[in-house]
């Protein structure tokens, strides 16, 4: 795929994806967001006869970046609707015969925890009142009611089968970095916290099964392992051998066993536990990343004994299989879609590993186009606790499609490789992680199929501050970058993203720009500006609440101040998108930005000379 070659532009932008699927309470339907018309909306899959029915007629969001949930009888499917990719959810709902309803509407964002068995409660989470908060809304009355004000918020919550009790996640410490797992009754008057690892470590509740059993995660030993908490003795029993990062998703009917899913280099496979045995056995499937609902309460269980599989390879897309637990066989409910395009065009990836700087193992993937010389770009994943793994990915199937080889590094602080390898970045933003970036750009720039002179960085989130970041502090290795949605300015971050993004990410890895101040404006890229030294494309959406559009406009302000040039053939290129949040699975949305990237690099890039000094 070395052939410059725009038409696989719609090709790649315009192919139909689902996500979110998850089962009805009886198993015998799936709902899923699906994007077959041309725009996002809400489809029931009937498992005995395959059809499939769209139910939904634009009330649901274009972007499908919020989970759909079914109500405990089966008769509506919950949504998270906001408004024009904000973030700012409310709560709303479509019965079978596709009739709208809005069933929670709070300031702020709101997301839906779980759904109440009882058919009457929800519980929520909310920065209604400021901070991340739970709150159960009652579906008789319409009332919500805040359960909880902790100063750091909530990460989480699952109710009970007859929900009198509440399972969920806050921190009371002084280490940020600690979560842990609190049981309440359903008023959530006085809260017991379970202990489950020590101070520091991050605990989840994620299933409650019978007999007052909870599926539970801790990362206490490292790796993230799941346990089964019985309530009545007080006692945990771990899983796992501690080799690899396992996170649990739901007990299985009966209690007796429950899923997970394992994650080995950049591989993640499905495993099977018996509770009584502690034995874990593994899907057979293809390598690549095999993955279950990831949401409580959203239902991999089917009806039937079988399970829903969302599986994908680095050159096959997502398909939703239907997995047979007693024979390991599996059924392909929603096929992936490739339209006029050829998938043995799809180019596959190379896992490798170097040694840090600092002697760190390093994990990366390499996508060779097979242009020769190949320019190469570099695409930091976001998070910070984000992976790149073994997985088709449309941006980078696109960007090898036009001849740019593609280089995916997960840098320290990226999940996957345990709690130590995460926390390295706690307290160094900005710093190792970015040389770990560097490290990996030089090894592959060095190998005689690259072209050294045309190398890029393009990065969304936190990719798009290491865009930023590397951009102006290593300015040598780069002929071009794009940076989309990034961080610029840590302090102005810190005031105007949501509350639980100021506790959960800024404060944990920074510290308060109070107590830091230093640090906030040592690792803020806009501190840095006259240090760029080639053209830089930046990009954000007008409506994200997570990395505010000011975030772009101070960098932007900072360059025509530094003397640098706004323009095409100029120093850097300024796009704003309007009707757009914190990214966005929109088919427009997609080839509007498939299209602008297309642009950019092709000028800049493709026939890339010597970068005119700023300002000339």
Not at 189 to 198: A, I, K, S
Not at 408 to 431: P, Q, T
Not at 489 to 499: A, Q, R, V
Not at 578 to 592: L, N, P, T, V, W
Request: proline letters at 5%; one cysteine or more; glycine letters at 10%.
């Amino acid at each position: 795929m070395s052939d410059h070659d725009t038409d696989v532009l719609d090709e790649l932008a315009s192919l139909p994806s689902f996500h979110h699927p998850t089962a009805s309470p009886d198993g015998d339907e799936v709902a899923l967001y699906y994007d077959v018309s041309g725009r996002n909306e809400l489809h029931l899959l009937d498992l005995e006869s395959g059809d499939r029915r769209q139910l939904s007629d634009g009330e649901v969001p274009r972007d499908a970046q919020w989970w759909p949930q079914w109500s405990a009888d089966g008769e509506r499917v919950f949504f998270h609707d906001d408004e024009g990719g904000d973030e700012q959810n409310d709560v709303s709902a479509l019965d079978r015969d596709g009739n709208y309803e809005r069933v929670v509407d709070l300031d702020g964002q709101t997301i839906l925890f779980d759904v109440g068995d009882d058919g009457e409660t929800l519980l929520l989470g909310s920065s209604a009142g400021g901070q991340m908060n739970l709150y159960r809304h009652d579906l008789p009355s319409g009332e919500t009611t805040q359960l909880t004000s902790y100063e750091l918020g909530v990460s989480g919550g699952v109710l009970s089968p007859d929900c009198e009790r509440i399972a969920y996640v806050a921190n009371e410490t002084d280490d940020l970095a600690n979560d842990d797992v609190y049981v309440a009754d359903a008023d959530v008057t006085d809260p017991r916290n379970l202990e489950l690892g020590d101070t520091g470590s991050e605990s989840f509740a994620i299933d409650w099964g019978p007999d007052g059993r909870l599926l539970v995660s801790d990362d206490a030993e490292n790796f993230q392992r799941a346990g089964v908490y019985d309530l009545p003795t007080d006692s945990v029993t771990w899983f796992g051998d501690l080799d690899a990062e396992e996170q649990p998703v739901t007990f299985l009917p009966g209690g007796d066993r429950f899923l997970v899913q394992r994650t080995r280099d950049a591989a993640v496979v499905p495993v099977v536990y018996d509770v009584e045995t502690g034995d874990g056995r593994e899907f057979d499937l293809p390598e690549g990343v095999s993955t279950f609902t990831q949401r409580a309460p959203m239902n991999p269980v089917l009806g039937d004994g079988r399970v829903l599989v969302d599986h994908r390879t680095p050159t096959r897309r997502s398909e939703l299989l239907a997995y047979d637990l007693s024979t390991d066989e599996y059924e392909t409910l929603v096929a992936a879609e490739y339209g006029d395009l050829d998938p043995d065009r799809f180019v596959d990836a190379e896992y490798f590993t170097f040694e840090s700087h600092d002697g760190l193992e390093i994990g990366a993937l390499k996508w060779d186009s097979g242009e020769r010389p190949s320019p190469l770009i570099v695409t930091p994943h976001g998070g910070p606790e984000g992976q790149d793994r073994l997985e088709f990915d449309l941006r980078t199937q696109f960007l090898l499609s036009q001849g740019y080889s593609v280089l995916e590094v997960n840098y320290r602080g990226s999940i996957g490789r345990g709690r130590e390898f995460k926390e390295r970045l706690f307290g160094d933003w900005g710093g190792a992680e970015q040389e770990d970036i560097a490290e990996a750009v030089r090894r592959v720039a060095a190998e005689d199929w690259v072209d050294e002179d045309r190398v890029a960085v393009f990065g969304g989130s936190y990719g798009g501050y290491c865009a930023y970041w590397q951009m102006v502090q290593y300015p040598e290795l780069y002929a071009t970058g794009i940076a989309w949605m990034g961080v610029t300015d840590l302090e102005d971050m810190y005031e105007n993203t949501m509350p639980h993004f100021q506790t959960g990410l800024m404060e944990r890895y920074l510290g308060t720009p109070a107590e830091n101040p230093d640090r906030y404006r040592e690792r803020s890229p806009v501190e840095y500006v006259e240090n760029l030294d080639a053209p830089l494309l930046m990009v954000h959406g007008v409506n994200d609440s997570r990395v505010p559009v000011s975030q772009a406009r101070l960098f932007r302000d900072a360059l025509l101040d530094a003397g640098y040039e706004e323009g095409e053939a100029a120093d850097f290129e300024y796009v704003e998108l309007g009707e757009e949040g914190h990214a966005s699975s929109d088919i427009g949305q997609k080839k509007r930005l498939f299209g602008i990237l297309d642009d950019f690099l092709d000028r800049r890039l493709r026939g890339a000379t010597p970068a005119a000094e700023p300002g000339q």
